[in-house]
């Protein structure tokens, strides 16, 4: 059977790997943190706790419990899937790949908007959060990627591949690569007429861009979802009632699928996307 690859090691991306592993599945797991459930103190809410439990407890228990079956946990920052021969491929910050039958998305639910005035009014008229499905529109002009980290280099290096002048600009925040040169300076608002033509930086300088490419902090849902042409709505991946997007094969589920923002949710959420996964891979031999 191919293999299956989770993005989530939170109580969704967790219990979708407990049931696919048990139905005969190669399982990994790969994650960046421990997800909300880090900022979290004590669950009083959740099954079969007398008296609650700690959140940090309760994640890496269910952690262990996953690998004693198991389920491989690699760490590290995806930066995109891409369709590739025989399934998909994920792509990791440190320019590793793992490759999957099925892809199952429990990333939680950020989106790291920067709050840039206009940013919105310019979404899909040169502001975009995608290079990979974007980049292509730019060539031969002037881009620029936003953001100081890992997810940022790699949305660089797409870019370089077919866009000369790519420069990227840190927004005030400290670049954490030596590799390429970055522009620091703050930003305070995107302006121009139909489309962007100006970054207005917070010292009153401005510099002309065609285009932006948004890719602050690490990949989440959304921006995840917009390198596969996945549908979203309201910042959530669109499923249906088995946890499976549009794309065949990619499935979603916890907090960046639309419901409660919480843990019995996303483990239910985890136990319909894991056990369709294991189906779905079944049917491709
Ligand atoms: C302060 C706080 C208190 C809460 N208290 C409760 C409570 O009492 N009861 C309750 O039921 N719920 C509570 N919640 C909500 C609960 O934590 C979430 O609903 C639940 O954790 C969602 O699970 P998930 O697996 O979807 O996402 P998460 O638990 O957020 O896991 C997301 C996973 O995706 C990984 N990830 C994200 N992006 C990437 C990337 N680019 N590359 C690799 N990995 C990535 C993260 O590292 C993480 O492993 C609380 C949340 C917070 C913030």
Redesign the pocket.
Known sequence: MKKLVI???????ISAALYAVRGGADVTV????????A??DK????YGFEHGIS?KELIETGIKQAQNLGVKIVK????GIEFAADGYKVKLADGSTLTAGAVII?????RNVPPIANIEKFEGKGVSYCAICDGFFFRGKKVAVIGNAA?ALNEYHVLKNIIDDVTILTNGAAPTFDDPVCNTKKIQSFEGGETIDEVVYADGTREHFDGVFIACG???AFE?SKKLGMETANNKIVTDENRATNIPGIYA????VKGL??????VYD?MVAGTQALKYLKTLG
């Open positions: 993005l989530g090691q939170g109580p969704a991306g790969v994650a960046k943190d421990m997800g909300a459930l900022k979290a669950i009083e809410n959740y959140a590290g920052e995806v930066c429990a990333v939680g639910t950020s997810y690490s990949a989440g995840l589920a916890g907090d960046c923002q919480q843990i019995a949710k996303a985890g």
